[in-house]
């Protein structure tokens, strides 16, 4: 296949490269990843992470073990066990039946390449048209809150509400990005930090916790999250911590905006309730591991809770802003997102 790079993928040597996520921004780390059992490990630890990037990294590995003449049953297996490898991202379901449709094909080796290259292409221009429709809703000024990592390390492009972000930063539209650290796993500390820095946008980093006082404060003039799926009703199913700001942004009477491709629509879903919830490890919330080492504060033995997203509810939504434009609250209620 021919050679590419992403911000956290490349394709060199006909081989998958992804860059470990879970290593920065202490190490830049690119992991080599020739099989299934590899991916999917690398999807469950989050060395690649982020809704868009994960759908692309399985449809990647599929078209270069195709290339690399594994036959057509075999192929089948592997889509069904990426397909697999985490429930709540529904981009990973739609890349992979369109890799499914491809491996039907006659000459399914050059379908699968195509088709992935056309996926990745793809991604990268509904993040470009992400950021155009986001645009005009940051005002010169904007003081915006952020939540986990939508930027280019989670896509093949600029990214979704960092990619907003990012275009307002270069019209001089932002003044200050407060990031939310996000715990458990720290995505908004460790890499929207680190991404943000490299651009060049004002930024400061708070826990989580931090989020409402803020706001009282009047220090907050929107937020600005990404989804891991949306469902008919305009629910949306994001990192955990989402649907505190979604409500902490109501009380306050803040906008609060949800940035995605089309690929995170899931029209068949009918509400948040029917969106499944990845349930992780106890470990993430007992301690935190990263390239800055393991620490464990909670006793190994505490019962823990450990949902990996929320679902915010459509009502708690200022606006969906997708690559077609902004859908707004009546247009969701009136079926915009329904089959
Ligand atoms: O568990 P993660 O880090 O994969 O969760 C990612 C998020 O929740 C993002 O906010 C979402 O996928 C949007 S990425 C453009």
Redesign the pocket.
């Known amino acids: 296949m021919q050679t590419l790079t992403t911000t956290s993928l490349q394709i060199r040597d006909n081989q998958l490269w992804i860059l470990d996520q879970q290593a920065l921004p202490q190490q830049k780390i690119w992991c080599p990843t020739p099989d299934v059992a590899t991916l999917v490990d690398h999807i469950q630890t989050?060395r690649v992470?982020?809704?868009?990037l994960?759908g692309l990294s399985a449809s990647l590995l599929l078209a270069l073990l195709a290339e690399g003449g594994m036959p057509k049953p075999a192929l089948s297996e592997a889509l069904t066990v990426l397909r697999a490898a985490?429930p709540t991202?529904v981009n990973l379901m739609n890349n992979l039946d369109r890799m499914k449709a491809a491996l039907a094909a006659a000459d399914h080796v050059s379908a699968l390449v195509n088709e992935a290259l056309r996926l990745v292409a793809e991604d990268n221009a509904l993040c470009e048209r992400i950021a155009d429709a986001g645009l005009p809703l940051v005002p010169p000024g904007s003081r915006l809150l952020t939540?986990?990592?939508?930027g280019g390390l989670?896509?093949a492009g600029v990214?979704?509400?960092l990619g907003v972000i990012a275009r307002a930063h270069q019209q001089g539209r932002i003044a200050q990005v407060w990031v939310g650290e996000t715990r458990p796993?720290l995505?908004g500390g460790r890499l929207t930090a680190w991404e943000l820095g490299e651009l060049g946008v004002p930024l400061r980093l708070i826990t989580d916790s931090m989020a409402a006082s803020l706001m009282a404060r009047g220090e907050v003039d929107a937020v600005w999250?990404?989804?891991?799926r949306i469902a008919a009703n305009g629910d949306v199913a994001?990192?955990i911590g989402t649907y505190s700001l979604a409500v902490l942004a109501h009380y306050h009477g803040v906008p609060f905006y949800v940035a995605?491709p089309q690929t995170t629509l899931d029209r068949a879903c009918p509400d948040g309730n029917a969106i499944p919830i990845e349930q992780r490890a106890a470990s993430e919330v007992t301690g935190v591991a990263g390239s800055f080492g393991h620490v464990q504060w909670a006793p190994a033995s505490t019962p823990v809770y450990n949902p990996?997203?929320d679902v915010t509810p459509a009502a708690l939504i200022s606006g969906w802003v997708l690559d077609s434009g902004v859908v707004t609250p009546a247009q969701v209620q009136a079926g915009a997102f329904r089959p």
């Open positions: 989050l992470r982020g809704a868009p994960i985490r991202a939540h986990c990592n939508t989670a896509t990214g979704t509400a796993l995505q999250v990404g989804a891991d994001n990192k995605a990996a997203f």
